[in-house]
């Protein structure tokens, strides 16, 4: 078969089909059109509704019409279904981060897990408070995590991160939080006898602002339907690495002054904890009178 005869025949398929096509369009067209009539008719006739039906005969007639064109066109729509696909995915490769982020505006949009202004925290990126959203970033003012005060400088999160990353909202961290902090001793400090005189320290500075902690812890329990505030200080010992006293210290307290308050309990116990001279003396001479002992 020589390249002419091919054209030939390629075009005479074409021509074929593009008259099967005309001649499907135009029965269906007619078919429609009777139908309709018909209803009209027997509606005016009658006198009921039926939009209802019109309305279904004519998607009946174009998924029909569809679906006849593509029977007859077939190898053309397979053909053409390739190659769009193929190029959709390199499309689709191509913007992958793109489309992740859309995503996730539309999860934020959907599911509100935040607002403007709450403390968020994203889970290996950062913690700041929500500056602004769009489509493709949240715009975050840096928090550090620790201390819970800003760090002056600006976070773009990518929106992707919403839907990968575990996001934690802090919102309620902002004016009040469970502060805690820990202090290492040596087992020679005597930090047994002053727990007493710690907590009771503790819980004096917490006195000007505990009925306004009592109404935010309630307001925050609410809202979170579970109870788990302790509203007084709490003081904790245990023994860390190497044998070294380890001295935790939490307390319920405003977020702006939760480092004074933690300055000023340190340097309490430490007061009443390190050694006078006269023990660290004491101390030296019995560790020099043990070393041959030891020896022995």
């Known amino acids: 078969m020589t390249i002419d005869e091919l054209q030939q025949l390629i075009s005479s398929d074409i021509l074929f089909k593009s008259i099967t096509s005309l001649i499907l369009i135009t029965l269906m067209v007619i078919v429609r059109k009777l139908a309709l009539n018909k209803l009209h008719k027997k509606g005016q006739k009658k006198g009921k509704d039926y939009r ?3 309305n279904i005969v004519k998607q009946l007639s174009h998924g029909v019409m569809f679906a006849s064109l593509v029977l007859v066109w077939s190898s053309e729509v397979q053909n053409l279904a390739i190659s ?16 992740q982020c859309l995503l996730g505006f539309l999860y934020y949009i959907f599911t509100r897990p935040f607002r403007i202004g709450d403390w968020i925290e994203i889970q290996g990126a950062t ?5 602004s959203i769009d489509w493709i970033k949240v715009t975050l003012l840096e928090v550090d995590p620790d201390a819970l005060v800003y760090t002056g400088k600006t976070v773009y ?6 839907i ?3 996001l934690r909202n802090l919102n309620f961290m902002r004016r009040y939080n469970m502060h805690s902090f820990t202090l290492t001793f040596e087992p020679r400090q005597h930090v047994l006898r002053q727990l007493a005189e710690i907590k009771r320290f503790a819980r004096e500075l917490c006195i000007p602002f505990r009925d306004v902690a009592l109404r935010y812890k309630d307001l925050i329990e609410r809202h979170l339907e579970n109870e788990f505030i302790e509203i ?11 044998g070294y006293l380890a001295l935790t210290i939490s307390l319920f307290c405003p977020t702006d002054r939760a480092q004074g308050l933690q300055q000023q309990i340190t340097e309490h116990v430490l007061y009443y904890t390190l050694p006078s001279d006269n023990e660290s003396h004491q101390w030296d001479t019995n560790r020099r009178e043990i070393r041959p002992e030891m020896m022995r």
């Open 52 to 54: 209802h039906s019109i």
């Open 157 to 162: 999160v990518p929106n992707n991160q919403l």
């Open 84 to 99: 769009v696909a193929a190029f959709m995915v390199a499309i689709v490769l191509a913007i992958r981060e793109f489309l």
């Open 164 to 166: 990968s990353k575990t």
């Open 232 to 242: 007084d200080p709490t003081v904790s010992i245990e023994t860390g690495e190497f």
């Open 127 to 131: 913690t700041g408070e929500v500056y």
